[in-house]
């Protein structure tokens, strides 16, 4: 069945329950993380959960001070940031279930950037050792 | 003032002062009413949250009411009241619809955010299940493309819906690219990115996400093949993606088209390479059947041997279907395989790479969460206007700290490519530990290759630098340490061996420097 077409200019009463969907699904979001976490702690999923409650919390104030346009883009942005974590839990759900749990991080986790980042140290510090060996050898090829 | 005003302002705070007093009175009642009940339901908690800070706001405004600021208890008072209000529809909640889009998506830019979002988890989903093995310079413009899509929202929340759509179609085509590179079966491509019916008003976009998508499937199929090693139509239908992805995002269409002609000479080029190639093979080995040949490098094949729904899973809680018998495929393609890395890194990196750095100066590029807490700005004690912030963006603090970090960042295209071919060298020919080690590696070894390595690794760590916690002096400590890479470089050149020497003693002591700041946000 098709949606009914949402407005950009709801009413007060309509943004409260949008932002409190908003709220609820973000807590399902919670919940099934913390749950998934037994098998996969995806970073971006609590980045996103993280900048939709941030939207949320400033849609909330936006609408105490009756700037509903603005109430309703910050709403918006929070909706964006939850279906994206929840569409990235969906998925990774699916693999646990369905596959190998094997994920894809579409961003680089910290210890993927941690580990890239010793081995370039470990990287820098061979160069530079191999910098005064070809120095000695050119000193000795005179 | 005269008289007449100071009564109307006396007047003006009667008023205020008795809306105020309503509002409080209100506030109490229904709070008092909230609490005698505990909270039940499925969401209790988010009931019970929201009646803590509707009792916060009370105590918050009886503050303000005592200090006679009249303006601030309203405005305290009428967002506890908000709170309450949203208490009680978590109490009679149902729970959410899944599937309910709860906002109005139908128009720009919120339909192009939509659909990268959509496009990104759809990739998800056929990378992991397929066991697709996504080369790590990919994985780097995938992260990317997930960067514009939070830029896009953050601009469609400071209301520059411009921006916020020009940055979710340059994620749409960046991933286009990516994904085509990884993506070799043109039935398996997210359907997000998709050109479909509706999109037609959106010609220069559409044309320049079919030319991404062919020219990355072409290069990454030439670069497996080896067909254009050295040959410069790689770097021209770069160049040219490049070139129409800015003119695009100019709005200069006369530019577009110019640019998506070239780029289909280029790419025709290649076509025409591959065939002649594929046909000189044939030709060669004509009893090789081609179609029961496996790809070695598909993990597909080699693991998973999954086939793909007709539909993805719309909820992670719909009962999982039955895992698909290796028996039962019916449309598994054994051409399907994932792209080279060794050869993939200098055909990608720099086809949006121009774009991607007037966007990574823009104020709204971080993956970080939002860090302003929007709860503190409002609850200043004597704000100008509560709002006034609102006119930068809101990550505003972090995002100075990021700015300054992209400037020192900004690197050529040429460094990152670099950057990005040192990546790529280091899977051909192993570490330079490894290569050290192996017996064709010498102290004899020239220094300028030396040097061009340890140009490499200094513009990779230019690039992970801003993970660190403190980005502006992790920039300016690469910046030193770039610097004085160029000293010993042009030491070198004049055959200096001395200041070589000492500028080699100086970038250990900066390493050891850059050391210190990576254990300091646990890096290293």
Known sequence: MKQPKKSRNPNRTELVRIMALIEENLDEIDKEHEAASAYHRSELVEVSRDNA?????????????????????????????????????????????????????????????????????????????????????????? | MDFMERLDGNREE??????????????????????????????????????????????KA?????????????????????????????DNSPGPNKTEKLIDIDSQPRESIARLSEALCQFKQLVEYRNLDVPKEAQERLGRSTQYLQNAIEAMAAADDE?????????????????????????????????????????????????????????????????????????AANKYIESALNAFLENNGGEVNKYLELIGLETGLVQRTLQQKQTQRQLAQPSTNQTSRSQPGTKAVQAKKKEMPTEYPSSSKSPPAAKPQAAARTTFR?????????????????????QTEKIAAHPYSTNTPRLVDPEEIFDRTAPDSPLDLWAKPRKYYKIKEAENAAANFTTSQRQILQATNYSSANKREGTPGERAASPSASSAEPLEMRIERLRGIVDRLNKLGKHTNDPSATASVLEHLKQELETLESAAESGKWQAVERSSTSIHKIRREFKSLLKESDLL
């Open chain 1, 53 to 142: 409650q941030a939207a949320l919390k400033e849609a909330v104030q936006f609408l105490a001070l009756e700037d509903f346009p603005k109430a309703e883009r910050e709403a918006a942005a929070a909706w964006f940031y939850t279906d994206f974590a929840r569409n990235i839990l969906d998925a990774e759900f699916t693999e646990h279930h369905l596959g190998e749990d094997v994920f894809l991080d579409l961003v680089p986790t910290r210890e993927s950037v941690k580990h890239e980042i010793s081995s370039l140290m470990n990287d820098l510090k061979t160069e530079l050792n191999g910098v005064y060996e070809s120095l000695a050898v050119t000193e000795e090829q005179g």
């Open chain 2, 163 to 235: 921006e916020a759509t020009a940055q979710a179609e340059a994620g749409l085509v960046f991933l286009s690219f990516t994904v085509s590179q990884v993506v070799f079966d043109p039935s398996e491509f997210p359907r997000a990115l998709l050109i479909g019916p509706g999109q037609s008003n959106k010609k220069d976009l559409t044309r320049l996400m079919e030319a991404a998508r062919t020219t990355g499937t072409t290069l990454a199929q030439a670069a497996k093949e080896s067909a254009i090693s050295g040959w410069k139509a790689k770097s």
């Open chain 2, 14 to 59: 009667k008023r205020l002062r008795k809306r105020v007093a309503e509002l409080m009175r209100e506030l109490a009642d229904k709070l008092s009413a909230k609490l005698a009940l505990a909270p039940e339901g499925r969401f209790a908690n988010l009931s019970k949250m929201r009646t803590a800070k509707g009792q916060r706001a009370y105590i």
């Open chain 2, 334 to 354: 054994k051409d399907f395989h994932t792209r080279n890395p060794g050869n993939s890194a200098d055909s990608v990196e720099s086809i949006i790479m121009g």
């Open chain 2, 62 to 90: 009886m503050a303000a009411l005592e200090q006679d600021d009249l303006e601030e208890a309203m405005t305290i008072a009428v967002r506890g009241l908000l709170h309450l209000e949203i208490a009680h529809f978590h």
